[in-house]
């Protein structure tokens, strides 16, 4: 019998965390033979995922400019995509979560009417502008996607208040899969700008990146920190900085000569994950970073105004704390206080996988496609 021919394809820093463990998996399926197509949207950040988890593409796009708009990015993918699927032939596609790579990839295969997959579907903002542009990139490959691996049951239940019923399952999140492969006790970080710092002091890991807080909430997410870190000589504020050129500007600015600021260049992400696990705390506007903190038991202050990752809300160890900087010098200054409301939320919990996602996802496409008599059972059903 024919191998099914998957294509993963992903293109940015974060599909890449969360899919290079699926593709390890599907190396290990004999049914299956596994493609890689990276876009490049992200490159440096991209490059150094597939290092660390030794991934090395079939195809690469190489699509990034400096300063690419989003069109940039949609129709260089696609174009780029319509030749590897016209060459290649792939029995599915594989696209990761809501980024303009994953929403072109899903629509060039469509156009080549080669089916769809979707990994981490179902996440919702409700909110057609929060995440820019992520809520509608990730609702649109909802309509062109045909099997939809939701990491959680609130993620498959948002699938179908919009109609999407079938081949929905639920698998966690691959990025609790990763977190297995990358964190480690013992671990020596190869990041120079980390081998000094100085665990006594509390560590507050902070990442700020997305688009549609360019300008004011970017800016007053950075005068935050700053007024915190001023009020808060003991603790060390950790950033590893995104290499978007307004983001390393509004960082060097309002941030770059502080004591007990330090900006690192983009972390490799077994550096980050490990130098997560070593946190006291993490202020973020990541979506991956609220998946990974509370898994390692570190309380999260999200700087948006909105999460489509309710659960670890719900479960009390995250908080949306805005971006106004009085609500964020407020929340950060109660968690540094320490006592129990820093306890009450530096709890582990792992609403959002178990890390055995990929093995789910891995079985589910066997059973799409006829090679196996039965789905994975659900995450959350038989894994609590
Ligand atoms: C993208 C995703 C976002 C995701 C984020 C993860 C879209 C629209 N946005 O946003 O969902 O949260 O990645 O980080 O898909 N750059 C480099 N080298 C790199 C990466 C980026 O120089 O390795 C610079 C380039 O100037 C590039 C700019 O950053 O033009 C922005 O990159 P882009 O992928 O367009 O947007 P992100 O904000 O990274
Ligand atoms: N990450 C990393 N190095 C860094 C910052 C983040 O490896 O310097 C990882 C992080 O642990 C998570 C992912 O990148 O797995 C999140 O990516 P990002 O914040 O860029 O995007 P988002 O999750 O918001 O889409």
């Known amino acids: 019998m024919n191998k099914i021919r998957i ?14 463990p699926l593709v390890l998996e599907l190396r290990k399926r004999e049914q299956i033979e596994p493609l890689v197509c990276v876009t490049g949207q992200h490159r440096e950040m991209l490059d150094q995922v597939l290092e660390a988890f030794a991934v090395r593409p079939d195809f690469d796009l190489d699509i990034m400019k400096q300063q690419q708009t989003l069109t940039d990015v949609t129709s ?6 319509e030749q590897v699927f016209a060459g290649q032939k792939p029995d599915m ?5 809501d980024t303009t790579t994953a929403f072109a990839a899903a629509l060039a295969a469509f156009y080549a009417k080669l089916p769809v997959g979707h990994v981490e579907a179902g996440l919702r903002s409700f909110d057609k502008y929060s995440p820019y542009p992520e809520e509608m990139n990730r609702k649109l490959i909802s309509s062109l996607a045909d099997i939809h691996f939701a990491p959680t049951e609130a993620n498959a239940e948002n699938l179908r208040r919009e109609g999407v019923e079938k081949n929905v399952f639920i698998t966690g999140n691959t990025a609790i899969d990763a977190l297995k492969y990358t964190v480690d006790k013992e671990y020596s970080f190869t990041e120079p700008a980390l081998r000094d710092i100085d665990f006594s002091r509390k560590l507050v890991v902070l990442t700020a990146h997305r688009r549609e807080n360019y300008g004011a909430p970017m800016e007053n997410i950075m005068d935050a920190v700053r007024r915190v870190a001023r009020a808060h000589r003991d603790a060390l504020f950790v950033y590893p900085v995104h290499l978007s050129p307004y983001v390393q500007e509004t960082a060097r600015r309002l941030l770059g000569s502080e004591e007990n600021i330090r900006l690192v260049p983009p972390l490799g992400v077994i550096d980050m994950h490990n130098l997560m696990a070593r946190a006291y705390m993490v202020m973020t506007d990541s979506g991956g970073l609220q998946e990974e903190a509370p898994a390692l038991g570190k309380p999260v202050l999200v700087l948006r105004s909105e999460t489509e990752r309710p659960e670890a809300v719900a479960a009390g160890t995250v908080k949306v704390v805005g971006v106004t900087t009085a609500d964020i010098v407020q929340n950060a200054e109660l968690l540094l206080a320490g006592g129990e409301g820093y306890r009450a939320m530096a709890r582990a919990v792992n609403p959002y996988g178990d890390g055995e996602a990929c093995g789910r996802i891995a079985d589910d496409l066997l059973y799409y496609f006829g090679r196996s008599g039965s789905p994975a059972p659900d995450f959350g059903k038989t894994h609590k």
């Open 93 to 97: 596609v594989l696209v990761h979560g």
């Open 7 to 20: 294509l993963s394809i992903f293109g940015t820093r974060p599909e890449a965390i969360k899919m290079c």
């Open 76 to 81: 260089r993918a696609m174009q780029g995509l």
